[in-house]
């Protein structure tokens, strides 16, 4: 139970380091941080700034899934330690996605996004088949 929790709490914590790396690109290509309309500034992002904040939004919406997905799993009454290896994997390749994001590889960040999901519709189907 404490490596799902764990690693929804990692899950939680990437979109935010997304921000600071898109915060970084923010000073470095447009000389300062505008924190009165962020977004605003984001759209002037290029380059590995514009997709940090591309992986950013992502992130969150891959957080809300996996979520879900952990939930169906608990309220289906599996036992959390049995799905520690796929979660683990999610994060893993969440991470890996990242860095392929920013790092501008868009076939290894789609297969990412595929296998996440499948990830994800794993622990679905094993919910429903509780």
């Keep these: 139970m404490n490596t799902v929790i764990t690693s929804l709490l990692i899950m939680c914590i990437l979109p935010l380091a997304c921000a600071w790396i898109g915060g970084y690109y923010r000073q470095k290509q447009l000389g300062e941080i505008n924190n009165k309309e962020p977004r605003v500034q984001a759209m002037d992002l290029t380059g590995p700034g514009a997709r940090a904040v591309a992986a950013q939004a ?12 952990i939930l169906a ?21 969440r991470v890996i996605y990242i860095a392929a994001y920013i790092g501008n590889k868009d076939m290894l960040r789609s297969l990412i996004f595929i296998a996440g999901l499948a990830i994800c519709m794993y622990l679905f189907y094993q919910a429903l088949s509780a």
């Excluded at 992502?58 to 997905?69: K, M, P, Q, R």
């Excluded at 799993?73 to 390749?93: E, H, K, Q, R, W």
């Design 73 to 93: 799993v608990y309220m289906a009454g599996i036992d959390l330690a049995s799905i520690t290896t796929p979660v683990m994997i999610f994060v893993a390749l």
């Design 58 to 69: 992502n992130t969150w919406e891959a957080l809300a899934v996996f979520s879900a997905s």
